[in-house]
T-cell receptor, first 110, second 115 residues
Framework: GEDVEQSLFLSVREGDSSVINCTYT??????LYWYKQEPGAGLQLLTYIFSNMDMKQDQRLTVLLNKKDKHLSLRIADTQTGDSAIYFC??????????FGKGTMLLVSP | EPEVTQTPSHQVTQMGQEVILRCVPI?????FYWYRQILGQKVEFLVSFYNNEISEKSEIFDDQFSVERPDGSNFTLKIRSTKLEDSAMYFC?????????????FGPGTRLTVL
């Protein structure tokens, strides 16, 4: 079945860039997503990218997709303490279901 | 901004008891979903629902689970006889359409603890 893998933890200093990586196995993935989960809150969609795109930029967020290697990354520029959260990579392959990774906990220190 | 709401935020129950988790999807959305996340594990798809029918379900969604849209606003997940391994965070989500980039909006979750 489909699988999505992420590193579990990332620690950065405030003002640095953060890069969270994700790999997936389903070659028929059509959309790939990044969700953010703050403590006690639900999953908030940050951004998504269609599989025929290489890059998408949205303010401080940059998503890079290497479809050949099935690798997705999320770069957060000028990381702030408020960015501390768990970031989930997810993929959809044309149906309604999303397949999620385990999440990467981002800790931003002052 | 419209949002998905879920009640209760935390439910504690005894093994073997029935629980009903409630969700109010965003009002103009047509597709509804339940996911769960066992502590330390991935968010897993349970079921999707459209036009008063289940459209897709995972292997996790066995006969102990059922979903219902009892009125025009609520969407419920019932677990008939809870087991210890049902302890998890349950997320409801909704979307306007079913496919791809149509965003699934998630609620804050209900933490279910089975003792």
């Amino acid at each position: 079945g489909e699988d999505v893998e992420q590193s579990l933890f990332l620690s950065v200093r405030e003002g640095d860039s953060s890069v969270i990586n994700c790999t997936y196995t389903d070659s028929s993935s059509t959309y790939l997503y990044w969700y953010k989960q703050e403590p006690g809150a639900g999953l908030q969609l940050l951004t998504y990218i269609f599989s025929n795109m290489d890059m998408k930029q949205d303010q401080r967020l940059t998503v890079l997709l290497n479809k050949k290697d099935k690798h997705l990354s999320l770069r957060i520029a000028d990381t702030q303490t408020g960015d501390s959260a768990i970031y989930f990579c997810a993929e959809a392959s044309g149906y309604s279901t999303l397949t999620f990774g385990k999440g990467t906990m981002l800790l931003v220190s002052p | 901004e419209p949002e998905v709401t879920q009640t209760p935020s935390h439910q504690v129950t005894q093994m073997g008891q029935e629980v009903i988790l409630r969700c109010v999807p965003i009002s103009n959305h047509l597709y509804f979903y339940w996911y769960r996340q066992i502590l330390g594990q991935k968010v897993e798809f349970l079921v999707s629902f459209y036009n008063n029918e289940i459209s897709e379900k995972s292997e996790i969604f066995d006969d102990q689970f059922s979903v219902e849209r009892p009125d025009g606003s609520n969407f419920t997940l019932k677990i008939r006889s809870t087991k210890l391994e049902d302890s998890a965070m349950y997320f409801c989500a909704s979307s306007v359409q079913d496919f791809g980039a149509d965003t699934q909006y998630f609620g804050p979750g209900t933490r279910l603890t089975v003792l």
